[in-house]
């Protein structure tokens, strides 16, 4: 699985904090610690967590803190100590045995950092920087040195070199005052001041120590620090929304951003701090509020807090990272590159998609953005359940998804937006073969889909545009064969630029031109769905992914049929009346969508039962292989075991609609389907 989520027991509310240890504290069990808060005062729960985070952690100590406000936490490196900030002002330190509480700041404590296993530092909104050391007789803190600020000191980090180890502080005054300022802990003098006169609001340093990565009004800025601890370059990363934690991977070759209502992003610090990978994340109630996010032992392991638990995903193949060499060279994409997130497809889903590629050599994208977007009756799969949303972050969510394995499988594509306002432009996005600078053209793709749609929705006139530029193509590809085109339109209202007729009239001078249309919804609105197969959808929100045929040899795929899919969840409901014994998952979903219904079978899941005839070819699509026989009236007890063990070898994922694991086939429902009789 590329998600975990693990519930966590006597907790007293949603995790708000936690922490975990840099190395382990005896074998290979790291410290972890979780801060909840409650009715029966806040609670903090220390574990034991093996590296590989396979199960979940153990738990060991509990401590309450009846009427505590906790504002940060840290973990010693060799998780041994654990250090607990209060609104108070008072700091605990706390061995998962005993505890002392030390009146650190005259007001809040606002951040601390474990600079070694007996010292560290807490800041505070009484403009301090503290630095403490532990008392080896009994364990009680107390105060070395006291570094004074120009305002509330709100976050801090360490850079640790051969020759020095610095204590970087971010302070802020009101909302125009503050900086960044550095410190030797050696001798507790002043080394400089890198940013000046900007609010701070977090700091956090890289592994390496060669790099800071920091939250200022206007964004995150990664910057990159001298030998001499200047600041040599400055980096901005386009995020949306506030940041609310970031962190850096422990082989420095990542940073994740969790910022916005429910977003994480991942970048690279090493190349200015491109955009790798976005998802987003259903936290409820005050879990929504998370200020922590913590790395396991290997930088494989993101661990975020959730509501009765934590989540951990594994980022290697939730994202596609690639975690095995400092410096990659970039590979020859393709679809066997082990690197590509497989979206849990099994062998025969992977062909299908792997097929669909040689198929359809060019596609479009025509995104609408327009005010439309905003209104709800959208779905998303989140933690293994469907959570509705709006229509545009269900589109973008989709089209992220396209845009990601058009790049690994080197497809070529381009994406355009229907309006040019609210920082949106018109100007087509390339992806796949077809971008001069593939990490540009994500970035550019996330930042538009990170804005706000407004305006209208001139979809008439972009089919007339399209149409134009499909007639210039099969000019230019003439004598060519095998070669097919795809247009995906996204939209969410009925056209401004025309009524019913001008759309059909649009649309219809796409099918003489050998346009097959397939009608992806990404709404649950009856009134939005209508039936499958009409000509068109009666308003609101819908998707066309519209396929040219262009001089091909598929002669299979021809003429003007209509396929129509819904969002996951009510796809999955549409599918499951027609065929009770198919787990609709959200892979299979995904392989209908990308693979452009190319396949009959899957295109028409959702109207109609498969006919008996075609179940064998089916079963192939999803399992694949060869190992299901042709149906005969001599054979079916051997096409039914056959069918069983495809179904055993293949792994269970999860079933959003079950909301368990659970396998592909119900063998005893398909055989009561198919052939009247049960196991």
Request: charged share 20%; hydrophobic share 35%.
């Given at each position: 699985?590329?998600?975990?989520?693990?519930?966590?027991?006597d907790?007293?509310?949603?995790?708000?904090?936690?922490?975990?240890?840099?190395?382990?504290?005896?074998?290979?069990n790291?410290?972890?610690?979780?801060?909840?808060?409650?009715?029966?005062?806040?609670?903090?729960?220390?574990?034991?967590?093996?590296?590989?985070?396979?199960?979940?952690?153990?738990?060991?100590?509990?401590?309450?803190?009846?009427?505590?406000?906790?504002?940060?936490?840290?973990?010693?490196?060799?998780?041994?100590?654990i250090?607990i900030?209060?609104?108070?002002?008072?700091?605990?330190?706390?061995?998962?045995v005993?505890?002392?509480?030390?009146?650190?700041?005259n007001?809040?404590?606002?951040?601390?950092?474990?600079?070694?296993?007996?010292?560290?530092?807490?800041?505070?909104?009484?403009?301090?920087?503290?630095?403490?050391?532990?008392?080896?007789?009994?364990?009680?803190?107390?105060?070395?040195?006291?570094f004074?600020?120009?305002?509330?000191v709100?976050?801090?980090?360490?850079?640790?070199?051969?020759e020095?180890?610095?204590?970087?502080?971010?302070?802020?005054?009101?909302?125009?005052?503050?900086?960044?300022?550095?410190?030797?802990?050696?001798?507790?003098?002043?080394?400089?001041?890198?940013?000046?006169?900007?609010?701070?609001?977090?700091?956090?340093?890289?592994?390496n120590?060669?790099?800071?990565?920091?939250?200022?009004?206007?964004?995150?800025?990664?910057?990159n620090?001298?030998?001499n601890?200047?600041?040599?370059?400055?980096?901005?990363?386009?995020v949306?929304?506030?940041?609310?934690?970031?962190?850096?991977?422990?082989?420095?070759r990542?940073?994740?951003?969790?910022?916005?209502?429910d977003?994480?992003?991942?970048?690279?610090p090493?190349?200015?701090?491109?955009?790798?990978?976005?998802?987003?994340?259903?936290?409820?109630?005050?879990?929504?509020e998370?200020?922590?996010?913590?790395?396991?032992?290997?930088?494989?392991?993101?661990?975020?807090?959730?509501?009765q638990?934590?989540?951990?995903?594994d980022?290697?193949?939730?994202?596609g990272l690639?975690l095995?060499?400092?410096?990659?060279?970039?590979?020859?994409?393709?679809?066997?590159?082990?690197?590509?997130?497989?979206?849990?497809?099994?062998?025969?889903l992977?062909?299908?998609?792997e097929?669909?590629?040689?198929?359809?050599?060019?596609?479009?994208y025509?995104?609408?953005?327009s005010?439309?977007?905003?209104?709800?009756?959208?779905?998303?799969?989140?933690?293994?359940?469907f959570?509705?949303?709006?229509?545009?972050?269900?589109?973008?969510?989709?089209?992220?998804?396209?845009a990601?394995?058009?790049?690994?499988?080197?497809?070529?594509?381009?994406?355009r937006?229907?309006?040019?306002?609210?920082g949106?432009?018109?100007?087509?996005?390339?992806?796949?073969?077809r971008a001069?600078?593939?990490?540009e053209?994500?970035?550019?793709?996330d930042?538009?889909?990170?804005?706000?749609?407004?305006?209208?929705?001139?979809l008439?006139?972009?089919?007339?545009?399209?149409a134009?530029?499909?007639?210039?193509?099969?000019?230019?590809?003439?004598?060519?064969?095998?070669?097919?085109?795809?247009?995906?339109i996204?939209?969410?209202?009925?056209?401004?630029?025309?009524?019913?007729?001008?759309?059909?009239?649009?649309?219809?001078?796409?099918?003489?031109?050998?346009?097959?249309?397939?009608?992806?919804?990404?709404?649950?609105?009856?009134?939005?769905?209508?039936?499958?197969?009409?000509w068109?959808v009666?308003?609101?929100?819908?998707?066309?992914?519209?396929?040219?045929?262009?001089?091909?040899?598929?002669?299979?795929?021809r003429?003007?049929?209509?396929?129509?899919?819904?969002?996951?969840?009510?796809?999955a409901?549409?599918v499951?009346?027609?065929?009770?014994?198919?787990?609709?998952?959200?892979?299979?979903?995904?392989a209908?969508?990308?693979?452009?219904?190319y396949?009959p079978?899957?295109?028409?899941?959702?109207?109609?039962?498969?006919?008996?005839?075609?179940l064998c070819?089916?079963?192939?699509?999803?399992?694949?292989?060869?190992?299901?026989?042709?149906?005969?009236?001599?054979?079916?007890?051997?096409?039914?075991?056959?069918?069983e063990t495809?179904?055993?070898?293949?792994?269970?994922?999860?079933?959003?609609?079950?909301?368990?694991?659970?396998?592909?086939?119900?063998?005893?429902?398909?055989?009561?389907?198919?052939?009247?009789?049960?196991?």
């Amino acid at each position: 699985m590329d998600l975990r989520h693990f519930h966590l027991r006597d907790l007293n509310g949603p995790v708000s904090h936690l922490a975990m240890s840099t190395r382990p504290s005896n074998d290979e069990n790291y410290a972890f610690v979780t801060v909840s808060e409650g009715n029966q005062g806040t609670m903090v729960m220390f574990y034991q967590w093996k590296s590989c985070l396979s199960r979940a952690p153990e738990h060991i100590h509990q401590l309450t803190l009846q009427g505590a406000v906790v504002t940060c936490l840290a973990v010693s490196p060799d998780g041994r100590t654990i250090l607990i900030g209060q609104r108070d002002g008072t700091t605990t330190v706390w061995d998962g045995v005993e505890h002392n509480d030390c009146p650190t700041h005259n007001g809040e404590v606002l951040s601390l950092l474990a600079v070694d296993d007996e010292r560290f530092v807490s800041g505070g909104t009484d403009n301090t920087a503290k630095v403490w050391a532990r008392n080896p007789t009994n364990g009680s803190p107390h105060n070395v040195h006291t570094f004074e600020h120009g305002g509330q000191v709100g976050s801090l980090a360490i850079i640790r070199r051969a020759e020095a180890s610095i204590l970087v502080t971010g302070w802020s005054r009101g909302i125009t005052g503050g900086g960044i300022s550095l410190f030797s802990l050696d001798d507790y003098e002043h080394v400089s001041d890198v940013i000046q006169d900007a609010p701070v609001r977090s700091v956090i340093a890289s592994p390496n120590s060669n790099q800071l990565a920091v939250v200022l009004p206007d964004g995150l800025r990664l910057l990159n620090m001298t030998q001499n601890f200047s600041l040599e370059e400055n980096h901005q990363l386009y995020v949306a929304g506030a940041v609310r934690s970031l962190q850096y991977a422990p082989d420095g070759r990542h940073i994740v951003v969790r910022h916005g209502e429910d977003s994480i992003s991942i970048h690279n610090p090493l190349n200015a701090g491109e955009w790798i990978y976005t998802w987003h994340i259903q936290v409820p109630n005050a879990a929504n509020e998370m200020r922590s996010i913590a790395f396991g032992k290997s930088s494989q392991w993101l661990v975020t807090p959730a509501l009765q638990g934590v989540r951990v995903f594994d980022l290697q193949h939730w994202c596609g990272l690639d975690l095995e060499e400092p410096t990659p060279p970039e590979p020859e994409p393709s679809f066997e590159d082990p690197s590509l997130p497989d979206y849990e497809f099994t062998t025969g889903l992977r062909e299908v998609v792997e097929q669909s590629a040689s198929i359809f050599s060019y596609r479009y994208y025509l995104v609408d953005n327009s005010k439309a977007m905003l209104e709800g009756g959208g779905v998303v799969v989140s933690n293994g359940q469907f959570c509705p949303v709006s229509r545009w972050r269900d589109l973008s969510e989709t089209l992220r998804k396209h845009a990601a394995l058009l790049n690994k499988m080197n497809l070529p594509a381009e994406i355009r937006f229907v309006n040019a306002s609210a920082g949106f432009d018109t100007t087509a996005i390339q992806i796949g073969n077809r971008a001069a600078n593939r990490q540009e053209s994500i970035q550019r793709l996330d930042r538009c889909l990170s804005g706000t749609p407004t305006g209208r929705n001139l979809l008439v006139t972009w089919l007339g545009q399209i149409a134009d530029d499909v007639e210039e193509r099969v000019g230019q590809n003439q004598g060519e064969s095998g070669v097919f085109t795809g247009l995906v339109i996204l939209t969410g209202d009925k056209p401004a630029d025309g009524g019913r007729n001008e759309l059909e009239d649009a649309v219809r001078t796409l099918e003489q031109k050998g346009v097959t249309i397939v009608i992806r919804l990404c709404t649950n609105d009856s009134k939005v769905q209508g039936g499958s197969g009409q000509w068109l959808v009666t308003s609101m929100l819908y998707v066309l992914l519209i396929f040219v045929l262009l001089k091909g040899f598929y002669r299979s795929i021809r003429g003007s049929s209509i396929h129509t899919l819904s969002n996951d969840q009510d796809e999955a409901r549409r599918v499951t009346r027609h065929h009770p014994w198919l787990s609709y998952k959200s892979s299979l979903h995904f392989a209908r969508e990308f693979s452009l219904c190319y396949n009959p079978l899957l295109a028409k899941l959702g109207t109609a039962m498969i006919p008996k005839e075609d179940l064998c070819d089916f079963l192939l699509c999803v399992f694949g292989g060869d190992g299901i026989p042709l149906l005969s009236d001599d054979n079916q007890d051997e096409y039914i075991r056959s069918i069983e063990t495809a179904n055993t070898n293949a792994q269970e994922v999860f079933d959003p609609l079950q909301g368990r694991e659970s396998p592909w086939i119900d063998v005893g429902k398909l055989r009561k389907k198919y052939f009247g009789w049960l196991a």
